[in-house]
C-alpha cells in the first residue's frame, strides 16, 4: 500500500452525498464557521440527506472547536435604542 492510498484509507468521510471529510469540516470550524448551517454554506455537507447534521454538529463541540462570539452577542437587541431616538430628536 502506498503513502497516498493510506491517506485515503485514513479519511473519514462526514459527509458521504459531498464527499466531506472530517478535517474540512475541522477547517471550516476553524475558519469561522460555528454552526452547521455555516459548514453547509462553506462546503454543502448536511444539505442533501442530513443524515450527517448530527456528525457536524457534534465535531462543532469538540476538539477544543471554540466558537466565535459575534459582537454584541449578550446584549439586549434594542438596549441602544432609546438613546438614538433621543439623537435622532
Known amino acids: 500500500m502506498t503513502n497516498e492510498s493510506r491517506r485515503e484509507v485514513r479519511r473519514l468521510f462526514v459527509c458521504n452525498c459531498f464527499g466531506v471529510t472530517e478535517a474540512q469540516v475541522k477547517k ?6 460555528c454552526t452547521p448551517r455555516q459548514i453547509a ?3 454543502k455537507a448536511g444539505t442533501d440527506c442530513g443524515s450527517c447534521v448530527r456528525r457536524i454538529q457534534a465535531l462543532l463541540g469538540r476538539d477544543g472547536l ?3 462570539e459575534r459582537p454584541g452577542q449578550g446584549a439586549p437587541a434594542l438596549a441602544e435604542v432609546p438613546e438614538r431616538l433621543e439623537e435622532a430628536a
Open 41 to 43: 454554506s462553506a462546503c
Open 28 to 33: 471550516h470550524a476553524a475558519d469561522g464557521a
Open 66 to 68: 471554540q466558537r466565535r
